[in-house]
């Protein structure tokens, strides 16, 4: 216990007196990182259609916790955020880093789309014959 101690306040020791060998100039290093990281918006819709498509998963698992008519307020707001993800998805695929994350929201919003398509076909009981 006593060698762990010395070793951390040696640490902490040689930290607060190692310096650097060259002049730090610190507004021009934040101006530099500045300059290298610039974030547009198709970063932020892509990163945001990746957020809504996880909400909208969530709204699924507790649509199936429930029955009845207690299923679609959860099932109401999954359709909502499936559009929003497709939505900010269409707008993420701008982004030149991200467009995983656009994709993401995409998948996710024509996914539901197929899936309300094929659910409009079939209306009803298919034993019964009209």
């Not at 934040?30 to 610039?38: G, K, N, R, T």
């Not at 999954?78 to 656009?102: C, D, E, M, N, R």
């Amino acid at each position: 216990m006593k060698k762990i101690i010395f070793l951390l306040i040696s640490l902490v020791a040689i930290q607060s007196l190692s310096f650097a060998a060259f002049p730090v100039l610190e507004s021009y290093s934040s101006a530099v990182v500045a300059a290298e990281l610039p974030i547009d918006s198709g970063d932020k819709a892509a990163k945001t259609s990746m957020i809504f498509a996880g909400i909208a998963i969530f709204f699924n698992l507790l649509m199936f916790g429930t029955s009845g008519f207690g299923a679609l307020l959860p099932l109401f707001f999954a359709f909502l955020f499936y559009v929003l993800a497709f939505i900010y998805g269409l707008f993420g695929l701008k982004s030149k880093t991200k467009k995983w994350q656009a994709f993401i929201g995409i998948f996710s919003g024509l996914l539901v789309l197929l899936v309300l398509a094929i659910s409009a076909g079939s209306t009803g009981d298919p034993a019964t014959k009209d």
